[in-house]
Each structure stands twice: as C-alpha cells, then as structure tokens.
C-alpha cells in the first residue's frame, strides 16, 4: 500500500481520459520516429549510393528549410482549433512518409524526393509540436500540466531506449525502408488516437482577421523577448540544445574511427545512458514539490551543462566507454528533470491566445540553431580536430547556466475580455 501510495505521489494525478488519448497518440508516434532513427541517411547511402555531402543535408538543410516553411503556420495555427490541426500534421506525415516506400517499391526514389519528405516533415513536426502545447494548456488546469508533461519525457526516453534496436533489427531483415513503413503508420495511428479524444474545442476568441499578415510571422519571437523570463531561458535552451547536438557526429568520427568503438558499443553509449531521462523525469514533479520551479529549474539547468566537457578526456578501450556511459547518464538525467519543468514553466507564462505562434517560434529557433551549429562545428571539426572541437562546445556548454531566468519575474496574466459597453442611460422623462 506504502509502495503504491509513493509511486502515486511520483507520477501525480490521472490527468484524465482525454490526455490518455492524447498521450497514447504521442507514445505511439514517438516510438516509430525511433524505429526509422536513421533510415534516411541508410536509404541515401545504400539505396541512392550518395555522398557524405548529400547525406549530411538530409539532416541539416532538411531540417533548416523545414524550419522555415514552419515560420507562417504558427500564426495559422493559433487562430484555429487544435485538435484538427494536430490530425492534419499526423496525416501529412503519414502521407509524406508513405511516398518513399511508394517511389522505391515502383524504382523512381531519387534523393531530391528524401530531401523533400525530410522538409515537409520537419515542417509538420515543428506545427504539431507548437499545436499540441497550445492544446495542452486549455485541456488541462494548470496544477496537472507539470505531471503531463513529465509524462511525455518518460515516453520519450522509454521509446529513445528501445526503438533504435527494434529499428535496427528490422532494417537487418527487412532494410530501412520497412522502417519508414512503420513511421508512416505510427502517425495514422496517432492521428486515430487524437480522433478519439472526443469532446468539443471552440474556435479560438480572436479579434484578428484570420488571414496571416507579415507581422503577424514574427509575433511569436516578440512576445519572446518582450517576456524577462521567456526570453533568457529562450536562449539558453537554442544554445545549449545546439552545442549538445553539434558534437554528436563528431563524437562518431571519434568513437569509430580514431578510437576503434565498435558500432555496438557506440550504440550502447547513447542508448543505455537514456535510463536516466527516465529516471529524471519521474523526479520532476516530487522535486519542484520540495524545492520550487524556479529553483529546480535554474540549478538542474546548470547541472547539466557540467557534463559534455568531460568528452574531451575520451579515451579507448573500456574504460573510454564507461566515461561516455557516465558523462551521457548525468547529462541525460538532469534534461529528464530539467526538460518537463522548462516545458511547464514556458507554458504557464504565455497567454492561452499567443501560445501556438511562442511555441513555433521556439521551435523554429531550436531546429535552426542546431542546423547552423552543427555545420559550424562539422568545419571545426576539419580544422582543429574532432576532440579538441568537442572540448571547445564543452567550455561553451559552461556558460550557457548565465541565460537561466535567475529572478522571479512578474508573471504575465492571461488578456482579460473587454468589458460589454455600458447601456446608455434613458432620457429622462418630460415633466412638460
């Protein structure tokens, strides 16, 4: 009974039969995106016999121009129910994945069509994401969004730590394009998960025309910086999130060339260390209970950012594969606490009605970020070295706690309705 009662206290109230579907939809979603992790770059190299230049803008500029078709659906987005919208970017996935096995089974794949898949999912990614906050925040009152939340954190870590095994299993027997199969049917199941949700979403109350005009494309970056507290953490997480990221190939050149890994040690490295996103999120909860958002925020925040330097002492043999198990452990437990909180925080601060144009720019901002600081760091690479560029992102990587909103900033409140005109008063009657 103890034992029940702790877990409960752990994973905090049922947030309810809606944000089951809703949850269920993104587990499911998540787990086939895993599943492909990867099949992209197999398919251009073993399938269209590309180079490394063409394999290396699949990732970069598919997700850079995938960024940026994103920029003007935030603003269409926001003044439109969000449950449809979040449908629609599960069936344009689904159909935009579909093509490849299409295209390969009738012999007409060719790379530019994987350049476009990867654009337009990017592109429907950045939309659902920026849907799906916006959704959360008017199903659920504000005491359960930390637990939901959290929740989504240990489905994704859950699905990072057994996808790409399943994933790489089925491209052993099957080749990666039965892998994007089954992403594609990921998202129709996902979207069939939302469709259950059932209940009625109003139209969103906007005073604004829905048709998008130029200023409303940057709406989302103002409101951003306009916010004393929105705004550092907005950097911190676009630096930190890119530096994190840039050094991932370089990592590889490192581990399997130079030092000799084997490619299922290098697995190993980054996917047993996901354990601890697992672990960090079933603590969110209980630890901003004890101690405050904020403070869990800004001190996991800067713990965080401890880890990524200690690569720089990668080594061979076992005892460079026990550093990165640690190094990627402490680093991925504290984003399982930190990432759930952030999310959280970033949502109680922006108004219901600007929510979906703050969360796309957000995450336009982070996928373009990464994209150009991983070209950055791929040229450092070349030119001072794969361990010596890692080290240099790992000292950036120190910096980054500066950004983290150290000061209670006044909470922004939600725009109150005009009050309805006050009726004229009656002229008074003529004594005449």
């Not at 309810?16 to 992790?37: D, E, H, I, V």
């Not at 129910?81 to 299409?102: E, G, H, S």
């Not at 790409?164 to 199969?181: D, N, Q, R, W």
């Not at 581990?255 to 084997?262: E, V």
Request: proline share 8%.
């Amino acid at each position: 009974m103890r034992s029940g009662q702790r877990l409960g206290h752990l994973l905090g109230p049922r947030p309810g039969r809606q944000f089951g579907w809703l949850w269920g939809a993104y587990g499911t979603s998540a787990l086939g995106t895993w599943l492909a992790f990867g099949a992209f770059p197999l398919i251009a190299i073993r399938v269209l016999h590309a180079g490394p230049a063409e394999v290396a803008a699949l990732s970069s500029v598919g997700a850079a121009v995938g960024a940026a078709v994103a920029v003007p659906l935030g603003p269409w987005v926001e003044c439109r129910p969000k449950r449809p919208v979040l449908i629609a970017m599960d069936l344009v996935r689904f159909a935009a994945l579909l093509t490849i096995p299409t295209a390969f089974a009738l012999g007409v794949l060719t790379f530019l069509q994987l350049l476009l898949v990867s654009v337009v999912v990017a592109a429907a990614d950045i939309t659902f994401r920026a849907a799906s906050g916006a959704y959360l925040k008017t199903l659920l009152p504000a005491e359960e969004l930390l637990v939901a939340n959290a929740r989504f954190e240990s489905t994704a870590w859950t699905t990072t730590i057994i996808g790409p095994p399943l994933g790489g299993a089925a491209i052993g027997l099957l080749g990666p394009v039965a892998t994007v199969v089954a992403d594609a049917v990921s998202y129709l199941l996902s979207a069939l998960g939302i469709r259950a949700m059932g209940g009625h979403e109003p139209w969103p109350e906007r005073r604004e025309a829905t048709r998008i005009r130029a200023g409303d494309l940057f709406d989302g970056w103002r409101y951003i910086l306009a916010d004393a507290a929105l705004r550092p953490l907005f950097f911190n997480t676009a630096l930190f999130n890119g530096l994190v990221m840039a050094v991932q190939p370089l990592l590889a050149v490192l581990m399997l060339g130079r030092l000799g890994f084997a490619p299922w040690q290098y697995g190993l490295a980054f996917a047993a260390p996901s354990i601890g996103g697992l672990l960090g999120s079933r603590l969110a909860r209980p630890l901003v209970t004890r101690f405050g958002q904020r403070e869990v925020l800004v001190v996991v925040g800067a713990l965080r950012a401890l880890w990524p330097v200690g690569l720089v002492f990668l080594g061979p043999g076992t005892g460079g594969l026990l550093l990165v198990l640690g190094v990627e452990f402490g680093l991925i437990f504290c984003c399982g606490v930190f990432n759930p909180v952030y999310a959280t925080y970033r949502l109680e601060r922006t108004a219901t009605d600007r929510a979906a144009r703050t969360l796309s720019a957000w995450a336009v901002t982070t996928r373009s970020s990464t994209a150009l600081l991983t070209a950055v760091w791929g040229v450092l690479g070349g030119l001072l070295g794969s361990r010596t560029a890692v080290g240099l992102a790992g000292v950036l990587l120190l910096a980054t706690p500066l950004l983290l909103p150290r000061r209670a900033a006044a909470h922004r409140s939600e725009p109150e309705p005009e009050p309805e005109p006050e009726p004229e008063p009656e002229p008074a009657p003529s004594r005449a």
